[in-house]
């Protein structure tokens, strides 16, 4: 680990000042992923500027439509709130079903979606649920937010405050895990809403993507005989030492119409 200057600011305004003052500055949540980077020394930043201190970040909230989940919110917390279990089960189930304890009590729903690895479950519920990115400067759709692998529309300095997610009943995420990381060699979140079905996957690609040919077929009947002939190319999926591109191709249409199978009990 390379040496840096540590803060722990308590308003976001002094967050502000800080980024704004030192360029090579990097935000720190649960440090999940950013510290073992440092220990890596993969990353040099000059100052690690400290969320944890800031309680406009934390909490979840009912919002009537939807739950309004603050950045700094860790995925133990998303697994076992009521509120959560009570307006979006699926959601509540995909949280505890992130790494291990250790990784449920510090990881962070800001800090992981700001991160965007391709393997990571919150991009596929968020997308699936036709959530909204809140942050220090605007309000981004979840469609627009996972640019690409490890890539985002966050602006430097800009910082992620809370993400809302319209309440949705019927929907399911399944994954097939890493079984050392427990991240998804293929996810599939699938979510039925008024205006449609969305089904978002995860580990596939290089970054959180959709499924049109199953989302149709799923609109017009929603059961997993509708999309048992529906594939996808395996051109542009990710391949490597846990599964073949082609592997991930066949996962995908296996854990769709288990999600679907599920979401339908
Ligand atoms: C062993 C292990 C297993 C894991 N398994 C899974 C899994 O199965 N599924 C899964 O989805 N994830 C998994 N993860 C990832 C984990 O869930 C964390 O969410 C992820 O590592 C991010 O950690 P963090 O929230 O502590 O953020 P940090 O590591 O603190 O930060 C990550 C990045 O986001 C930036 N950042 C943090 N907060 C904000 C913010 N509010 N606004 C803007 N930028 C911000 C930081 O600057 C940094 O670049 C695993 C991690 C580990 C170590």
């Known amino acids: 680990m390379y040496e840096f200057n540590y803060h722990r600011p308590t308003s976001l305004d002094d967050v502000a000042s800080l980024l704004g003052a ?3 500055a990097k935000l720190v949540a649960g440090g999940m992923t950013l510290i073992p980077t440092l ?12 969320l944890a201190a800031i309680p406009s970040l934390r909490g979840i909230t ?11 919110t860790r995925h133990a917390e998303v697994q076992r709130s009521p509120v959560v279990n009570q307006g979006i089960p699926a ?3 995909m949280a505890g079903m992130i790494g291990d304890p250790a990784v449920r009590n510090r990881g962070t729903i800001g800090g992981s979606i700001s991160n965007n690895d391709p393997a990571a479950d919150y991009p596929a519920a968020l997308v699936a649920l036709g959530a909204t ?10 469609d627009n937010f996972f640019t690409g692998m490890f890539e985002t529309a966050l602006e430097p300095a800009e910082i992620v405050t809370a993400v809302r997610i319209p309440k949705v009943q019927t929907a399911c995420y399944q994954k097939f895990r890493n079984p050392a990381s427990r991240y998804a060699i ?33 609109a017009k009947s929603f059961t997993a005989d509708a999309i048992k002939d529906i594939t996808i190319p395996d051109a542009g999926l990710n391949s490597d030492i ?24």
């Open 186 to 218: 293929v996810g599939v979140f699938v979510a039925r809403t008024g205006s449609g079905v969305r089904v978002a996957l995860t580990g596939a690609g290089p970054s959180v993507f959709r499924v049109p040919d199953m989302e149709a077929a799923l």
């Open 62 to 72: 009912d919002a009537g439509d939807a739950l309004v989940i603050g950045a700094m």
């Open 242 to 265: 846990h599964a073949s591109a082609e592997y991930r191709a066949h996962l995908v249409g296996v854990m769709a119409r288990r999600a679907v199978d599920a979401a339908n009990k």
């Open 91 to 93: 959601l509540a189930a």
């Open 133 to 142: 990115v809140h942050t220090t400067k605007r309000e981004i759709a979840a």
């Open 22 to 24: 030192n360029e090579e």
């Open 39 to 50: 220990k890596l020394r993969l990353a040099k930043p000059s100052d690690l500027v400290d």
